[in-house]
T-cell receptor, first 110, second 117 residues
Framework: DAKTTQPNSMESNEEEPVHLPCNHS???????IHWYRQLPSQGPEYVIH???SNVNNRMASLAIAEDRKSSTLILHRATLRDAAVYYC???????????FGTGTRLQVFP | DAGVIQSPRHEVTEMGQEVTLRCKPI?????LFWYRQTMMRGLELLIY????????DSGMPEDRFSAKMPNASFSTLKIQPSEPRDSAVYFC???????????????FGDGTRLSIL
């Protein structure tokens, strides 16, 4: 499985934008980029996914580099509830498996 | 809509005892996944089912672990006999349609926190 690299932790202030980076230099053409987050004492929660084009949904935006070797999850206005561990995952379209890495722990300050 | 329901939420038992964790997936979902999360190893996939049939159990740590899915609305993960190193949070997740186009998100339950003394 292709691997991803994320910073261990990041900090943000409330109501500011947050850009969470992910490097995936060994990504293959059939890998989708998925983001999940895990709030304290809860199971992981799907955030967003994409293949080549940038994607937006009600939770976040996903910016994918032109060469697909990196991507950035964008939270437009961080809230205290966004404090969580964010996982960037490569998922081959031929598999049903998600392989979680160590993620980025996001702290949000009031 | 009801999400993935796991029970019990917490389980404390002595080593050597049998432990059974239960999961009710979201109605209509045909994929079910069992994960284990520890500080040391993070979130690991143990086994997953499609249409009640086990597809990949390569993550099951050893023969003490077994999982069944007798019908579309229920699955169990059993540990017999349990050991202290099995202490972890166990998550169940379900999804619809699988990974045919890589797009189907997995929906996770809140987990069972298992402590083996």
């Amino acid at each position: 499985d292709a691997k991803t690299t994320q910073p261990n932790s990041m900090e943000s202030n409330e109501e500011e934008p947050v850009h969470l980076p992910c490097n995936h230099s060994t990504i293959s053409g059939t890998d989708y980029i998925h983001w999940y987050r895990q709030l304290p004492s809860q199971g992981p929660e799907y955030v967003i996914h994409g293949l080549t084009s940038n994607v937006n949904n009600r939770m976040a935006s996903l910016a994918i580099a032109e060469d697909r070797k990196s991507s950035t999850l964008i939270l437009h206005r961080a809230t205290l509830r966004d404090a969580a561990v964010y996982y960037c995952i490569l998922r081959d379209h031929n598999t049903d498996k998600l392989i979680f890495g160590t993620g980025t722990r996001l702290q949000v300050f009031p | 809509d009801a999400g993935v329901i796991q029970s019990p939420r917490h389980e404390v038992t002595e080593m050597g005892q049998e432990v059974t964790l239960r999961c009710k997936p979201i109605s209509g979902h045909d994929y079910l996944f069992w994960y284990r999360q520890t500080m040391m190893r993070g979130l690991e996939l143990l086994i997953y089912f499609n249409n009640n049939v086990p597809i990949d159990d390569s993550g099951m740590p050893e023969d003490r672990f077994s999982a069944k899915m007798p019908n579309a609305s229920f699955s169990t993960l059993k540990i017999q006999p349990s050991e202290p190193r099995d202490s972890a949070v166990y998550f169940c997740a379900s999804s619809s349609g699988g990974g045919a186009d890589g797009n189907q998100p997995q929906h996770f339950g809140d987990g069972t926190r298992l402590s083996i003394l």
